[in-house]
């Protein structure tokens, strides 16, 4: 029992966004880390996706039926029952959004949280999953609200690198899910989910991804050009950008799309990582060159 409720946490996805928020968190805080703080905020990001992702597989319940990669997920099979779902993610919601506004002391981050909490699970698993296309970009917000809580915590404001931070994340996104659909392109056509690569076929996917990749690229470096970090970052994230780029050229020349798709995921992985790390590492200890937006 304990076990199933674990997993309708998902936690890969929770995973990924404490190393997002804590890169966030790190960078806003330029090596005076009140790592209390650092610690609370993280678990509140960790609570509060947990929660979403409950709240997901309760209502994709019946398409993850479908799916050969979830048919055997614990709501479809039953080891946890909706209401059992609905009251753990109830809880871990609460407890999230509570922990981080006693660790951040101000709304700033809760709002910011609150707004990627309502865009997946409401917009995007409720509305626009199963009926439209643009679902994925809509998605992308949510996943790009964790880097933004930790750095506002730290921070006190929404300034440019927290603006930088939704580009960064949200674009990034964009290749890392159109790749999951290409190889897992059956389930979704199995389960009826309007993704761009079921519905205007894997050559617009191609075009997408490596059109995304670019301007995830422009966007990391957007970070330098602002003043919020140093060379290091700068070349770590041309570099891991470039690479990520020229394996979505060889999108047009595999004779495997899903094994290619699976290397497109798995390096997004590896850059996320490499730019969070980065962030965290190669701060910028002189003033920004762009103001807060305000507190």
Not at 38 to 47: D, E, I, Q, W
Not at 155 to 183: K, N, R
Request: aromatic share 10%; proline share 4%; glycine share 10%.
């Amino acid at each position: 029992m304990l076990r199933s409720f674990l997993q309708v946490t998902k936690p890969g996805i929770v995973i990924g966004n404490l190393i997002s928020a804590t890169g966030g968190f790190l960078l806003a805080s330029r090596g005076n880390v009140n790592w209390e703080q650092g610690c609370l905020v993280a678990l509140s990001v960790a609570l509060t996706v947990a929660s979403g992702c409950v709240l997901n597989n309760v209502a994709d319940r019946d398409i993850d039926g479908m799916m050969k990669r979830t048919r055997n997920r614990p709501m479809v099979k039953g080891r946890v029952s909706v209401p059992q779902a609905l009251m753990f993610g109830f809880i871990l919601g609460l407890a999230g959004i509570g922990l981080l506004y006693y660790a951040a002391h101000r709304l700033l981050p809760v709002y910011l949280l609150l707004t990627g909490y309502v865009v997946y699970v409401g917009l995007y698993t409720l509305c626009l999953k199963r009926n439209s296309i643009h679902g994925t970009l809509v998605g992308s917000i949510s996943g790009a609200m964790p880097p933004v809580v930790g750095y506002c915590t730290a921070s006190g404001s929404f300034d440019g690198a927290a603006l930088a931070l939704v580009t960064i994340f949200s674009l990034w996104q964009m290749p890392h899910s159109y790749a999951i659909a290409i190889f897992r392109e059956k389930d979704y056509r199995a389960a009826g989910i309007p993704v761009l690569p079921v519905v205007r076929g894997f050559q617009a996917a191609r075009l997408h991804i490596a059109t995304y990749i670019l301007a995830f690229t422009a966007a990391a470096l957007t970070l330098g050009l602002l003043g919020y970090v140093g060379k290091l970052y700068m070349l770590l994230a041309l570099v891991s950008g470039l690479y990520w780029f020229r394996q979505s050229l060889a999108g047009w020349t595999t004779a495997s799309e899903p094994r290619w798709a699976r290397k497109i995921f798995f390096t997004s992985i590896a850059v996320v990582v490499v730019l969070c790390v980065a962030m965290s590492l190669d701060y910028d200890t002189r003033p920004p060159v762009m103001a807060s937006f305000g507190h």
